[in-house]
């Protein structure tokens, strides 16, 4: 439904753009010395072009001199000085063209390559089973784990996931960081950041009917698996990691669940201090 609504009033648009985003060190400066470097270079007064064309470039190097010191100099955590230092050294992003398949033969059909890697994605917990002495989970003694649990846990003490709270629902809507990428509903953070007024009461009642019934919706579940390249052959599939991404609307139920349970875990230990202390 709210895919439907972003078509039909927010609909994407494809724009064909001359150029990318120019650097955050370009400035009017530039822009001006350029401009004049091409002036010159187009009525065929060389003594001038050479001069603008000498200018632009040491107004460049000194700009990005200056942007990149100050970035390093500004950097109050890790976070931003790596992002300095990626911006001096970027990757780029190589997806595999070509992969081994399963037969020992290689194949650039973009569907055999990623039947490839999620069959591999897929059996990865099989064939470390078949590799150890792993115990299946149907055969398997769990009398040590649930003497465990037991001996750790109270008879009074129970937990229960309490119900969602529209306001704090709202608060994480807005807190969303709209730079994640969406998953496979393609409803992302951006999206559900502007519209929390307005589907903040209807996610808090889905949710709290998921909680209510024990239902996780599969689609929930469903997730981008993008194959990224580790070390050693391109070719081979086992050098690859996967790296998932959920839909937002999965991560704000499971945030919501992580953080009552963290609430619990620390009010139990502090009563337990309480008690120590008394």
């Given at each position: 439904?709210?895919?439907?609504?972003?078509?039909?009033?927010?609909?994407?648009?494809?724009?064909?753009?001359?150029?990318?985003?120019?650097?955050?060190?370009?400035?009017?400066?530039?822009?001006?010395?350029?401009?004049?470097?091409?002036?010159?270079?187009?009525?065929?007064?060389?003594?001038?072009?050479?001069?603008?064309?000498?200018?632009?470039?040491?107004?460049?190097?000194?700009s990005k001199?200056?942007?990149?010191?100050?970035?390093?100099?500004?950097?109050?955590?890790?976070?931003?000085?790596?992002?300095?230092?990626?911006?001096?050294?970027?990757?780029?992003?190589?997806?595999?063209?070509?992969?081994?398949?399963?037969?020992?033969?290689?194949?650039?059909?973009?569907?055999?390559?990623?039947?490839?890697?999620?069959?591999?994605?897929?059996?990865?917990?099989?064939?470390?089973?078949?590799?150890?002495?792993?115990?299946?989970?149907?055969?398997?003694?769990?009398?040590?784990?649930?003497?465990?649990?037991?001996?750790?846990?109270?008879?009074?003490?129970?937990?229960?996931?309490?119900?969602?709270?529209?306001?704090?629902l709202f608060?994480?809507?807005?807190?969303?960081?709209?730079?994640?990428?969406?998953?496979?509903?393609?409803?992302?953070?951006?999206?559900?950041?502007?519209?929390?007024?307005?589907?903040?009461?209807?996610?808090?009642?889905?949710?709290?009917?998921?909680?209510?019934?024990?239902?996780?919706?599969?689609?929930?579940?469903?997730?981008?698996?993008?194959?990224?390249?580790?070390?050693?052959?391109?070719?081979?599939?086992?050098?690859?990691?996967?790296?998932?991404?959920?839909?937002?609307?999965?991560?704000?139920?499971?945030?919501?669940?992580?953080?009552?349970?963290?609430?619990?875990?620390?009010?139990?230990?502090?009563?337990?201090?309480?008690?120590l202390k008394?």
């Open positions: 439904m709210l895919n439907k609504a972003l078509d039909k009033h927010a609909p994407v648009v494809k724009k064909r753009v001359k150029r990318d985003r120019q650097p955050e060190w370009y400035n009017s400066e530039i822009i001006y010395a350029r401009n004049m470097r091409d002036k010159y270079n187009a009525l065929g007064l060389w003594s001038e072009y050479r001069f603008w064309r000498n200018k632009t470039k040491q107004i460049v190097d000194n001199k200056n942007y990149y010191k100050n970035m390093v100099k500004d950097s109050n955590d890790p976070k931003t000085l790596w992002k300095c230092l990626h911006s001096l050294n970027p990757k780029v992003k190589n997806t595999p063209y070509e992969l081994a398949t399963e037969d020992n033969n290689t194949t650039k059909s973009k569907k055999c390559i990623a039947d490839t890697f999620n069959n591999f994605f897929t059996s990865c917990a099989e064939k470390l089973r078949e590799q150890g002495s792993y115990t299946p989970v149907n055969k398997a003694d769990f009398s040590n784990l649930s003497k465990f649990v037991k001996n750790k846990l109270h008879k009074h003490e129970k937990f229960s996931i309490p119900p969602v709270n529209m306001n704090e608060n994480e809507l807005a807190k969303l960081d709209i730079n994640k990428a969406s998953g496979m509903d393609n409803i992302g953070p951006k999206i559900l950041r502007l519209s929390a007024p307005f589907i903040a009461s209807p996610l808090t009642y889905i949710f709290n009917r998921m909680i209510d019934t024990g239902i996780y919706p599969s689609l929930l579940k469903n997730a981008k698996v993008t194959p990224v390249f580790k070390d050693g052959d391109k070719l081979l599939a086992t050098n690859y990691r996967p790296i998932s991404v959920l839909p937002t609307l999965s991560k704000l139920i499971e945030k919501h669940v992580s953080n009552k349970i963290a609430t619990s875990f620390y009010s139990d230990q502090l009563n337990v201090l309480t008690v008394g």
